[in-house]
């Protein structure tokens, strides 16, 4: 049986997710696919280049992706209400992972502060369609980066309390539209 590309993409973000960086390796990837090599290197030459897909589809299907979904609704409140939605419900394990990840590897980090900023800049852009001043827009959308980050650090943690997502939401709601 051959795999395709996108198989071994979601394999390696599945085992991303749950193990870490370091659990991402051939062999491993091949014992859990019952496979052989051959089909892994049908597509990259070296675990590295794989990485580096893996890394390419994150940033496409947890930035690229959901702004282009965003920007098909048409009010800007609609669409920081849905990112907020999408960005606090959502499993985080393998944006836990990445950030990992990006502590390790200095490369991965360049490529993961890039994504970040699109992601900021887009909230920032949202902040403005709303009314806000940029210079305001764009603090408060670092803060509320600032707080997703630590939304996915905590829950890796804990259980999420879905009690606590509304006031979460409020405040950063009241921030942004007041």
């Not at 690229?64 to 606090?88: H, N, Y």
């Not at 890039?114 to 806000?132: P, S």
Request: proline share 3%; net charge positive; glycine share 4%.
């Amino acid at each position: 049986m051959q795999l395709t590309k996108e198989d071994w993409i979601h394999a390696g973000l599945r085992l991303l997710a749950a193990s870490g960086i370091d659990s991402v390796k051939v062999e491993t990837l091949t014992k859990e696919l019952h496979i052989s090599k051959g089909s892994f290197y049908h597509y990259w030459h070296t675990r590295s280049e794989f990485l580096g897909a893996l890394l390419a589809r994150w940033e496409e299907r947890g930035t690229r992706r959901v702004i282009d979904e965003l920007e098909k609704i048409p009010a800007p409140q609609a669409r920081f209400q849905r990112l907020f939605e999408t960005s606090f419900s959502a499993d985080k394990k393998l944006e836990a992972a990445i950030h990992h990840w990006a502590n390790v590897d200095a490369n991965v980090a360049r490529r993961v502060a890039a994504t970040e900023e699109v992601r900021v800049a887009y909230i920032t852009k949202l902040l403005c369609d709303m009314g806000k001043p940029f210079t305001q827009a764009s603090a408060i959308a670092r803060l509320c980066y600032f707080v997703y980050l630590g939304w996915i650090d905590w829950i890796q943690r804990n259980d999420p309390v879905a009690g606590k997502l509304p006031e979460i939401q409020q405040t950063l709601w009241t921030l942004a539209f007041a």
